[in-house]
């Protein structure tokens, strides 16, 4: 076998039996997003003279001792809390209720032995916290004239509608990707493929600087991560090999198919994903086409067979 190269003995790949899968949107359900759509058109006020209640917004500066000591990522300045909403450690915001603007609070708390943040874990906190402002929230009714606000639906009637088609759209797109997930693994455990180690390796290099890229410009390290996930090096680094094996088998199963099929991208159909994958980026064609180097441009050819193959087996599949 030539160094490196990807074998596949292709499966039968049309008339793939699978789950078929219905669509039902209840009653409750479109009510629920219609409860959920009023908040849209909220509105919040000073609440100067009154108590904090839950549900109330509590505009906040506060410091945090451990042992006498300030501790990183213990303090902030004019934070919106809301009361109830469990954004903070297990009891700090229930000590709130009843607060008024300039009321000085002591808050303690006991952050539990998981806590993310190793100075913190298992340790009791108090909070010097100073009350700047009590907001409350008024929710109005959901009459014509809010759902002409939140949406572009005219009248109640008209946004129930609209709603019952959009969690239908949204269950639809969903089962079509399950449909298509199950297509595709079912083909590619049935056919022979064939990755070398090398090939895997490299691939999982790619995933893992791409995660850690994107750990880094969230301002976190690897090892938070790792720690957070509750994982070793050693099992992401399973784990992360496993997702590339089973990314390039699929790949070069869709591959496959496209050439048993004859099928071909064109230019034009190159030169409009790349278009399209530009606005996304925000970036102009040329410099994305910069960035991706003639090997990227050759990956967007091949997604694009991939999504075409995709289709196919999945438009032929047979629900049962």
């Not at 209640?53 to 001792?65: A, K, R, S």
């Not at 088609?165 to 493929?193: F, G, H, W």
Request: aromatic content about 6%; proline content about 2%.
């Amino acid at each position: 076998m030539e160094e490196n190269k990807i074998t596949v003995k292709l499966a039968d790949y049309k008339g793939v039996s699978v789950l078929k899968r219905e669509v039902d949107v209840t009653e409750q359900e479109v009510q629920e997003e219609m409860e959920h759509a009023r908040t849209y058109a909220a509105e919040t006020k000073v609440k100067p003279e009154g108590a904090a209640e839950i549900g109330d917004q509590t505009v906040i500066d506060f410091v945090g001792y451990i042992d006498g000591e300030t501790f990183e990522g213990g303090e902030g300045e004019d934070y919106p809390l809301v009361l109830g909403s469990n954004t903070f450690i297990e009891g700090f915001e229930e000590q709130l209720v009843g607060t008024k603007a300039g009321d000085l609070v002591d808050v303690t708390v006991s952050f539990p032995e998981d806590y993310q943040a190793p100075v913190a874990a298992g340790k009791e906190a108090v909070f010097k916290v100073t009350v700047r402002e009590v907001r409350t929230t008024h929710i109005p009714e959901l009459t014509d004239e809010v759902v002409a606000q939140v949406s572009s639906c005219t009248t109640v009637d008209e946004f129930h509608d609209y709603v019952r088609n959009q969690i239908r759209a949204y269950k639809e797109d969903q089962n079509l990707q399950e449909k298509e997930n199950e297509v595709l693994t079912k083909v590619v455990e049935n056919s022979d493929v064939m990755i070398p180690d090398e090939v895997v390796e490299e691939r999982a290099k790619v995933l893992k600087d791409n995660l850690l890229s994107q750990i880094q410009s969230n301002g976190t390290t690897m090892d938070a991560y790792l720690e957070y996930n509750q994982l070793t090096e050693e099992q992401f680094d399973g784990y992360n090999r496993t997702n590339a094996l089973n990314m390039l088998r699929g790949q070069a199963v869709l591959g496959e198919i496209a050439k048993a099929e004859g099928m071909t991208c064109s230019s034009e159909e190159l030169e409009q994903e790349l278009a399209r994958m530009a606005q996304g980026y925000q970036t102009a064609v040329q410099e994305l086409k910069g960035m991706l180097g003639d090997e990227g441009i050759k990956m967007v050819r091949e997604d694009i067979l991939a999504k075409r193959a995709l289709d196919l087996i999945t438009e032929q599949a047979l629900e049962e």
